[in-house]
C-alpha cells in the first residue's frame, strides 16, 4: 500500500499562523504537522508516499526531501492549477500503480490505528472506505450516515448548522482501490466529496464507511491549534514524545538535547524544549513547548503557551494560553493574558501588555507601555471568514480599516478581469466615505475602471448594476443601523446580486495569501464620478413604467412616509409626486445623531407614524429603514404592524391580484403557514446561492423581517418600489389595509434564541432528529416537527454565534409557550447525557 498526503491547502482559516508556511508545516510539538502523520503510516509498513502540494510548494520539499532522512520515499506532484482534491490525485495516478492506496490530509493530527480501517477495507471487499467520526462541530466536514451494513445513505458537504443531520463526519481519510480513478476526469477541477462520491453513488457503487475510534482533529483556526496542544500535554491523545526525558517534582521534561538548567527554573505539568533553547534563572514554564533558538530571561512565567523558534523574550515576561511564532522580540515586562497570538516579525516594547484573545499580525510593532485590547489588524471575527452572506462588517476604523477595505478591494478585483468595470456607493455616514475612498484605491490598483455612485441608495446602486452591462459588480458601504459604531461592506456580481458562497470563498482565499495583481501604471483603473443624477432617472423611469400610476390616482392615495433619516429622500417623494400620490415624507434629512441609537429613533417613527396616518385620514404609513431595504406597514387606523403580519398583508394582497394568473413565491423555511392562499403558490426554502434566472421563477421573494423583491421589477430588495406595488395592490383590491389585517386570524408566531456551545449544537440537531420519529417532519434547513395541522417549532443553530435559533407557530399563544417549554426542557437534558 502506499500513501497520497494532500498537503496543497491554503490555511486561510488559520491565519496569520499560516502567513508564511503552508498549514501542513506548523509545527506540532516542534515538528511539521504531517511529519507526525507520515511517520505514523511509517511504522505500519508503508515506505512510498506520494505528496500532493499547491501553496507554498518548496517549503515543504526542502523539508522532507526525497524522504530518505525519514526512511521513506517520497514523490512530489505540483499541479499547476487549483484541480481539487480528487482531481489532485487524479494527476498522481502514474505514481499510485496497481495497488490500493490511502488518502490522508497532512493537516490532522490523530492517534487512530490505522490497521483497523486497512483491515476493514480488505474483508469487505470494499472499493472506497470512509474513515468516520464523531465530532462536536460538523459544519467544515461532511455529515455521513451510514446503514447498519457501514454503507453510506447520505452524505453532505460542509452543511450548515441548519443543515446537518447528524455529527458523524469525514474525517478525509480514504481508503481507495486503484480502479476508482478511472471515474475521476483528467485536468479538471474533481473534489471527493463534492463530484465523486455522489458520481459513485449514482453508478451503484457502494461507498463503505468505518467508525474509527480514537482522537482526531482537523487543526482549521487558531483556536483549534490551541486546542490541540492542550489535548497533547494534558495527555488527551496518544502521542509519542520524542528525545531525551528528566523527571521534576511537578513535571517532566522532554527535550532534543541535553539541558542542565539552573535549579531556580520550575517545570511544572508537560514541557518541550527544542534545540539550542537557552533558559535563564528563576524561569517558571508550564504545559508549554518550546522551539529551536529561543531564549527565555530571567523571572519569565510561561504556561499553556506555544513557542516557535528564533524567539528572543527578555526578562520577566508572563505568557498564558499564548502561540508565539517565529523570529519574535519580546522586551521585559510585557504582560499577555490569555490568548494573545503574535504572529512572525513583531517587536514588543517593554512594559506592553496583552488583554484577552488578542492576535497580532506579522511585522507589527508594539510600542513600549502599549495596553493592546484589539487586534492588529483584523478584528477576532475574520479569524474563520471575512463574509456574511455577502457582507463584511466590523468595527469603524478599528477592525474594517483602510488597509482592510483596500486588502479586501484588491482580493475582489483580482477575481475580475483588467479594465473591468465596477459601481460603488455609500450611504451618509462618515465612516462610509472614509472606508469607501480606500476602497477604490484598491480596485484601481488592479486594473479596475469604477463607477462612482457617491450616496446612494442600496437598491438604486442594484439596479444600475443589474441593468448596464459593462458593470460587472459592485460594492456598497453603509452603517450597521443596530450597531452604530460597525461598518458594513456589501458585495455584489453582474447580477446585482450579493456574492454567494464560493465568490466570498475566492475572494477570502486571495485576501489571506495576498495573491494581488498590480497593473503597469498605464492600465490603472479611472474613476467615472457622477451625481448620480442619471442613475436616479433611469431607477425613477423604471419604476414608473412597471406601476399602475392610473389606479393610485383614481384612488386619490394619501400615504405617509417615514424615511429614518436614510438614503431614500433625493427619489422617493420626488417618485411620489410625479406619480401624483399626495404624501408626507418624515425624517428625510441626515443625522447622525438620532441614527446613533436607532432602537430610540424607531420608537419614536412608529408613534409618530402612528398618529400622523391616523388622524389625518392617510391610507398608509410606511417606515423605510436607513438602508432602504426594509419596511414597516402603518394601518389606516394607526395599528403598527409587525413584521409577521405585515408579509401576511402582502401576500393576501398578491393573492387577490392573482386570481386571474397564479403567482409563485418563496419564503424562508420559518415563514408561517396557518394561512393558505389560492392563487399562490408559495415554496419555502434556502435561496442564497440562486442565480438571477432561478429567481426570476417567483413573483415575490420575502423575508420575514420586512424585505421584499418583486421580480418584475428586480430580483434584489427595494423598499421603494415594495412600498409603491404595495400602494399599487391596495388600490386594486378596493379595500382598506385595516380590513385586511382585520381578516387575519388571531395566531401566535414566536422567535426566540436559545444559548448553545458550538459544541452542541452537532448533538442537538441529532437530539431533535431522533425526537422527529413517529412525527411530521422536515429537515430542510434545521429540524422543523409539527404538533399538528397548526402547530410546529423549527431549530435551526445560529450559523455564527453560541446559540439555536427557535421559530414556533401555533393558533394560541398557550399552545407556542408550551412548545417552547417543552423543547427548552428537552436541550437541558439532551445537554447533560454523554
Not at 493530527?109 to 483497523?116: A, G, L, Q, R
Not at 467520526?133 to 441548519?162: H, M, R, Y
Not at 413565491?665 to 434556502?686: S, Y
Request: charged letters at 25%; a negative charge.
Amino acid at each position: 500500500m502506499k500513501a497520497v498526503v494532500m498537503a496543497g491547502g491554503f490555511g486561510t482559516r488559520i491565519q496569520p499562523l499560516t502567513h508564511s508556511r503552508p498549514k501542513p508545516m506548523l509545527p506540532i510539538v516542534n515538528r511539521p504537522m504531517m511529519e507526525h502523520t507520515m511517520i505514523m503510516l511509517r511504522d505500519l509498513g508503508i515506505s512510498e508516499f506520494i505528496v500532493l502540494l499547491y501553496f507554498k510548494p518548496e517549503i515543504i520539499q526542502n523539508y522532507f526531501g526525497d524522504g530518505s532522512e525519514f526512511g521513506i520515499k517520497i514523490t512530489y506532484v505540483v499541479p499547476d492549477d487549483d484541480y481539487g482534491t480528487a482531481g489532485a490525485v487524479k494527476l498522481a495516478e502514474e505514481y499510485i500503480g496497481d495497488e490500493n492506496f490511502i488518502v490522508i490530509s497532512g493537516d490532522l493530527v490523530t492517534d487512530f490505528n490505522f490497521e483497523k480501517i486497512f483491515e476493514f477495507h480488505k474483508q469487505r471487499k470494499a472499493k472506497l472506505s470512509i474513515g468516520l467520526t464523531s465530532v462536536e462541530n460538523p459544519l467544515q466536514f461532511g455529515v455521513v450516515i451510514a446503514n447498519e451494513d457501514n454503507v453510506i445513505e447520505k452524505f453532505l458537504e460542509k452543511p450548515s448548522w441548519g443543515e446537518v443531520f447528524s455529527d458523524t463526519i469525514n474525517t478525509g481519510i480514504y481508503v481507495i482501490e486503484p480502479e476508482i480513478l478511472e471515474y475521476i476526469p483528467q485536468g479538471e477541477n474533481f473534489d471527493f466529496a463534492k463530484d465523486l462520491f455522489p458520481l459513485l453513488m449514482k453508478k451503484g457503487v457502494d461507498l463503505m464507511g468505518y467508525n474509527l475510534e480514537g482522537y482526531w482533529r482537523d487543526v482549521g483556526n487558531p483556536e483549534s491549534y490551541r486546542e490541540v496542544y492542550d489535548d497533547i500535554l494534558n495527555e488527551r491523545v496518544a502521542f509519542k514524545f520524542n528525545g531525551i526525558v528528566k523527571k521534576y517534582a511537578e513535571g517532566i521534561l522532554y527535550s532534543d538535547e541535553e539541558y542542565n538548567l539552573n535549579s531556580s527554573v520550575k517545570i511544572l505539568g508537560t514541557v518541550v524544549l527544542g534545540k539550542h533553547v537557552k533558559i535563564k534563572d528563576d524561569v517558571k514554564l508550564s504545559n508549554s513547548v518550546i522551539g529551536d533558538n529561543v531564549s527565555i530571561g530571567n523571572g519569565c512565567s510561561i504556561s499553556n503557551s506555544v513557542i516557535w523558534e528564533d524567539v528572543k523574550m527578555k526578562k520577566n515576561i508572563k505568557l498564558d494560553n499564548a502561540v508565539i511564532c517565529n523570529n519574535n522580540s519580546i522586551d521585559k515586562n510585557v504582560t499577555a493574558k490569555a490568548g494573545l497570538i503574535l504572529s512572525e516579525g513583531c517587536e514588543v516594547g517593554e512594559l506592553a501588555s496583552f488583554e484577552h484573545d488578542v492576535i497580532i499580525w506579522p511585522n507589527k510593532k508594539i510600542e513600549a507601555a502599549s495596553i493592546i485590547s484589539h487586534n492588529l489588524v483584523f478584528g477576532s471575527r475574520y479569524k474563520n471568514s471575512i463574509f456574511e452572506n455577502g457582507t463584511v462588517t466590523g468595527k469603524s476604523n478599528v477592525e474594517l480599516s483602510c488597509e482592510m477595505a483596500t486588502k479586501l478591494a484588491e482580493a475582489f478585483a483580482a477575481q475580475l478581469p483588467v479594465g473591468a468595470k465596477v459601481a460603488v456607493g455609500r450611504d451618509h455616514d462618515k465612516s462610509s466615505r472614509m472606508l469607501k475612498r480606500a476602497f477604490l484605491g484598491g480596485l484601481l490598483s488592479a486594473g479596475i475602471n469604477v463607477l462612482d455612485l457617491r450616496s446612494i441608495a442600496p437598491s438604486i446602486l442594484r439596479y444600475t448594476i443589474a441593468k448596464n452591462p459593462d458593470l460587472v459588480g459592485g460594492a456598497h458601504f453603509k452603517q450597521d443601523v443596530f450597531h452604530s459604531a460597525n461598518s458594513q461592506i456589501t458585495l455584489f456580481n453582474e447580477e446585482a446580486i450579493r456574492i454567494d458562497q464560493n465568490s466570498a470563498k475566492s475572494i477570502e482565499k486571495t485576501f489571506f495569501t495576498e495573491k494581488f495583481r498590480r497593473v503597469d501604471f498605464l492600465r490603472i483603473g479611472e474613476i467615472e464620478e457622477t451625481m448620480y443624477f442619471k442613475e436616479c432617472y433611469s431607477y425613477k423611469a423604471a419604476i414608473k413604467s412597471k406601476i399602475d400610476q392610473t389606479i393610485i390616482k383614481s384612488n386619490r392615495f394619501k400615504v405617509v412616509l417615514d424615511l429614518m433619516h436614510g438614503s431614500t429622500g433625493d427619489v422617493f417623494s420626488i417618485i411620489l409626486n410625479e406619480i401624483g400620490v399626495e404624501n408626507i415624507v418624515l425624517n428625510a434629512n441626515y443625522d447622525e445623531q438620532k441614527l446613533s441609537n436607532f432602537n430610540a429613533l424607531k420608537k419614536r417613527s412608529e408613534e409618530n407614524l402612528s398618529k400622523i396616518v391616523s388622524s389625518l385620514g392617510c391610507d398608509i404609513g410606511i417606515m423605510i429603514y436607513p438602508n432602504a431595504q426594509r419596511i414597516y406597514l402603518v394601518t389606516d387606523e394607526g395599528e403598527i404592524l409587525d413584521m409577521v403580519k405585515g408579509l401576511l398583508v402582502v401576500l393576501y394582497l398578491l393573492n387577490m391580484h392573482a386570481s386571474q394568473t397564479r403567482k409563485k413565491v418563496i419564503l424562508p423555511t420559518w415563514a408561517p403557514d396557518i394561512f393558505k392562499f389560492e392563487n399562490l403558490d408559495i415554496q419555502r426554502g434556502k435561496y442564497s446561492d440562486f442565480k438571477a434566472q432561478k429567481l426570476r421563477e417567483y413573483s415575490l421573494i420575502a423575508t420575514v423581517d420586512g424585505n421584499f423583491a418583486f421580480t418584475e421589477f428586480g430580483v434584489f430588495r427595494d423598499a421603494i418600489y415594495a412600498s409603491l406595488k404595495i400602494m399599487e395592490m391596495l388600490s386594486f383590491s378596493q379595500y382598506k389595509l385595516s380590513e385586511i389585517s382585520r381578516k387575519i386570524d388571531d395566531f401566535c408566531y414566536m422567535q426566540e434564541k436559545i444559548e448553545c456551545s458550538q459544541a452542541l449544537k452537532g448533538k442537538m440537531m441529532r437530539k431533535f432528529l431522533e425526537d422527529t420519529k413517529g412525527k411530521r417532519s422536515s429537515s430542510e434547513d434545521g429540524v422543523k416537527i409539527w404538533e399538528n395541522e397548526t402547530d410546529w417549532i423549527l431549530m435551526i443553530p445560529d450559523q455564527y454565534s453560541d446559540h439555536l435559533n427557535f421559530y414556533i407557530q401555533a393558533s394560541t399563544k398557550e399552545g407556542a409557550e408550551a412548545l417552547l417549554k417543552s423543547y427548552t426542557q428537552k436541550i437541558e437534558i439532551w445537554s447533560k447525557e454523554k
